[in-house]
């Protein structure tokens, strides 16, 4: 059963376009949430969002976290050929019965920006 | 230094063959772990390593076997591998010191088992 939930599993755009991946999550003991961009090798850091309603913002990308409803976005504005990767969400928590120290990770979205 | 590095790229080897990855950082993070990424599915735990101590085994085949030698360096024996086995094998490190929080990767190993 999956804890961490992203939506869309897919997502085609054309540049320009203004895009919004979701991330919803079941975990206990919320420590963080992060952001990380896979192109063909490792996931590289984009966010860790710990506080709700607090935005971060790098360059074209930004993200928010709502601990109440427990859900993320992450939003990317004129996007690029260069955006295209798979953009995972990870919580950072403790299923009932767990150790801490780890991350769950939802299945990513599978971003592909058209020229 | 802000990497985590990993050797070697790729690997190919046999059902009966004996290798080893291996996974370094120089960051002073005092957690690490193994991931193994399957394609299209995203990197699934399979050890954790917290102040040099196996802190998690996510039910990991007894034919990996992680090991710690100091607390920059991290390596993954394989031994008696499947072809199933074949995957990308992640490394990773974080300064938290209960695990989780902000983990750094390293580019992989691409594996694969024939």
């Known amino acids: 059963e999956d804890k961490v939930v992203q939506s869309p599993l897919s997502l085609v755009v054309h540049e320009g376009d203004t895009v919004t991946l979701n991330c919803s999550y079941e975990?206990?003991?919320?420590?963080?949430l992060l952001w990380y961009k896979q192109e063909k090798k490792a996931p590289t850091f984009l966010f860790m969002l710990?506080?709700?309603?607090i935005e971060k913002k790098s360059g074209r990308l930004s993200s928010i976290l709502d601990k109440k409803e427990l859900f993320s976005i992450l939003n990317i504005t004129a996007t690029q050929t260069g955006d295209s990767a798979i953009y995972l969400c990870a919580v950072d928590g403790s299923l009932r019965g767990s150790t801490l120290g780890r991350l769950y990770f939802g299945r990513g979205t599978q971003l592909t920006v058209w020229p | 230094d802000t990497e985590v590095t990993q050797t070697p790229k790729h690997l190919v080897m046999g059902m009966t063959n004996k290798k080893s990855l291996k996974c370094e950082q120089h960051m002073g993070h005092r957690a690490m772990y193994w991931y193994k990424q399957k394609a299209k599915k995203p990197p699934e735990l399979m050890f954790v390593y917290s102040y040099e101590k196996l802190s998690i085994n996510e039910s990991v085949p007894s034919r990996f076997s992680p090991e710690c030698p100091n607390s920059s360096l991290l390596n993954l024996h394989l031994h008696a591998l499947q072809p199933e086995d074949s995957a990308l094998y992640l490394c990773?490190?974080?300064?938290?010191?209960?695990?989780?929080?902000?983990?750094?990767f390293g580019p992989g190993t691409r594996l694969t088992v024939l």
């Open positions: 710990t506080s709700s309603g």
């Open positions: 975990v206990t003991n919320f420590r963080s």
């Open positions: 990773a490190s974080s300064q938290d010191r209960g695990g989780g929080g902000e983990q750094f």
